[in-house]
């Protein structure tokens, strides 16, 4: 009976991690394809970056949610020190608050990049209207205090919506 016991439990466990192992295999294709907005399917397009490939050892500096007028011109002033550059992810609002932080940030090299006007999460409770406005407003401010136009762009939090 004891052995009986213990067959019974390897073949459990053996069926448990087949189907783990199957469901880890088909997870991704399921995900995809049921969720359009998870990483994978948007990479696959090129519509999303979270990465880009290369030969050689990089690492890419971002800095969101500024300028912060405490915070952001310690930022520069290292990455001065170390001749380093970095993309800064930048609110409209905040920006309207300390254009002169954007313009340093703009004649030290560093690329400026748009990260919305509020910072207010762009989920299903914005129409596509008011997801435009946040985006445009920020190209326009950041326009209007560097000449520079924004060419990328984060989403609060991550979040998306692919319409």
Same mark, same amino acid.
């Given at each position: ?11 459990? %466990? ?13 997870? @991704? ?5 049921? #969720? ?26 971002? %800095?969101?949610?500024?300028? &912060?007028?405490? &915070? ?11 001749? #380093?550059?970095?993309? %800064? ?9 300390? @254009? ?25 409770? %914005? ?9 445009? &407003? ?26």
């Amino acid at each position: 009976m004891k052995n009986l016991n213990i067959r019974a439990s390897k073949l459990l %466990f053996v069926r448990s991690v087949v189907i783990v192992c199957l469901l880890v295999a088909v997870m @991704p294709v399921m995900l995809v394809q049921a #969720a359009p907005n998870v990483r994978y399917y948007y990479e696959s397009r090129g519509d999303v970056v979270w990465e880009a490939p290369s030969k050689e050892k990089q690492v890419a500096l971002t %800095f969101d949610d500024g300028p &912060d007028p405490t &915070d952001t011109p310690r930022i520069l002033d290292l990455l001065k020190k170390y001749d #380093a550059k970095a993309t %800064f992810f930048v609110m409209g609002r905040k920006a309207e608050e300390h @254009p002169d932080i954007l313009r340093r940030a703009a004649a030290e090299g560093h690329e400026l990049a748009n990260h919305t006007f509020t910072h207010r999460m762009l989920d299903s409770s %914005f129409t596509a209207e008011q997801i435009r406005k946040e985006i445009v &407003d920020t190209q326009e401010t950041i326009f209007a205090a560097t000449g520079v136009r924004a060419r990328l762009f984060r989403p609060p939090g991550g979040l998306f919506n692919p319409e």
